[in-house]
């Protein structure tokens, strides 16, 4: 599933694109997925991010006529951007925005066809459910965190609080791991313990390191800046770059939403004092 740093490369493919290119067609191949009413015969694309959500923007040149259409896009679990050569196109194509001279398009392409996405009405920017960014919203994203400890979503495993995209909008799986391995924590601790602790000495100021909070802004952050991709045909600057994730010496532990922790082997005991079943790395899940 595409985190918030392939989310953050997809919007600028579309931006660059957008620098070079007008459009002039939309064609949809998913069959549960709306129709984009295009309201000119030519327009311009542009693209903004939050946290795993995109938008997509279709605009009219020279700066008259209809207004802006706004189409938020969630990737689920195998949504990917590409811009190609028309004839180029990816596998599992679902939405294909042509270019005006002909040569490229812009292509969302979805293998599991879980992906959807909807042309936003009445002024909506983001999806409610979805928090600040930790990167481009940071001190937002912190003050939302740590003023909400009493909600259920901190009842539980730190590991599995990083995935609520209401407090935690990008982060996912390879992301939570990275974030916690650095940050030395037991993906095992319950959330509200350890983030209670940042909250306590909130404002109090004097120097310290990188917090969980911290750490949830500067890995994606390192994402973004090496351009690197989970989800490119070629992913080894990707691997390479992950200290923890699917690595040899660390453990994969399935927390209570079946979902695999990578993790130190020395954390394996207290997971397995939580009733959560574990396993040596062998293979990513």
Partial sequence: MPELG???????????????????????FSPKNPDIPVKWHEFGIRSECRGKELAIILFGLGGVGAEDIRVLVHFS??????????????????????????????FFSDQKGWGVWH????????????????????????????????AKQFN?????????QQYFNGIGNYLRAEILFRAGINPFLPAREV???????????GAKGEDILDLCRSVPLEVVTLGINKYAEDNKKWADWCQC????????????NNRMIYHKPEFVAVARSKKVASSSVATPP
């Fill in 6 to 28: 392939e989310v953050a490369l997809f919007s600028k493919i579309i931006n660059d694109a957008g620098k070079n290119f007008t459009f002039n067609s939309i064609l949809n």
């Fill in 195 to 205: 983030l209670q602790t940042i909250a306590d000495t909130e404002g109090q100021g």
């Fill in 245 to 256: 994730y699917d690595k040899p010496g660390m453990t994969a532990t399935k927390d209570k």
């Fill in 119 to 150: 042309v936003a009405e009445g002024g909506e920017m983001w999806s409610a459910n979805r928090g600040p960014d930790p990167i481009t919203e940071y001190e937002l994203f912190r003050k939302n965190v740590l003023t909400n400890l009493k």
């Fill in 77 to 106: 679990l195998t949504g990917l951007i590409f811009f190609n050569k028309t004839t180029e196109a990816p596998k599992h194509p679902k939405l294909q925005i042509n270019s005006s001279c002909g040569t490229h398009s812009l």
């Fill in 156 to 164: 539980a495993h730190i590991c599995e609080a990083l995935l609520e």
